[in-house]
């Protein structure tokens, strides 16, 4: 499975950004995709996942109301919608992908995720 994350860039606090990922190859079976940042010297956190085969969606409380996620199952592709961006979120985002089916997996722990794209870098002025 290969990814390809897009659309990161500079912004003022407040402003929006929309990031891609497209998921290509060997991509079924897929049980998820998600979103996870990291800030220079902080661990990668989680931002945000899909279910891929119930479209149930989960959030961080830090970017719950703000970010959403969503979806195009024919291009296999998910998208983060960023409102009202803070200089918090600033971060390299990247989009990961599960091909491994867990009984009671949470879909937040990058553990989970097997394939990972190359990162978009989110940079948020105050």
């Known amino acids: 499975v290969q990814l390809q994350a897009s659309g990161g860039g500079f912004v003022q606090a407040g402003g929006s950004l929309r990031l891609s990922c497209a998921a290509s190859?060997?991509?079924?079976?897929?049980?998820?995709m998600g979103w996870f940042r990291q800030a220079p010297g902080k661990e990668r956190e989680f931002v945000s996942s899909?279910?891929?085969?119930?479209?149930?969606?989960y959030y961080a409380e830090s970017v719950k109301g703000r970010f959403t996620i969503s979806r195009d199952n024919a291009k296999t592709t998910v998208y983060l919608q960023m409102n009202n961006l803070k200089p918090e979120d600033t971060a390299v985002y990247y989009c990961?992908?599960?091909?491994?089916?867990?009984?009671?997996?949470?879909?937040?722990?990058?553990?989970?995720?097997?394939?990972w794209g190359q990162g978009t870098l989110v940079t948020v002025s105050s």
């Open positions: 899909l279910s891929w085969n119930f479209g149930n969606t």
């Open positions: 190859g060997r991509t079924y079976p897929m049980y998820a």
């Open positions: 990961a992908v599960q091909v491994r089916k867990y009984l009671s997996g949470s879909f937040t722990d990058r553990t989970e995720y097997d394939y």
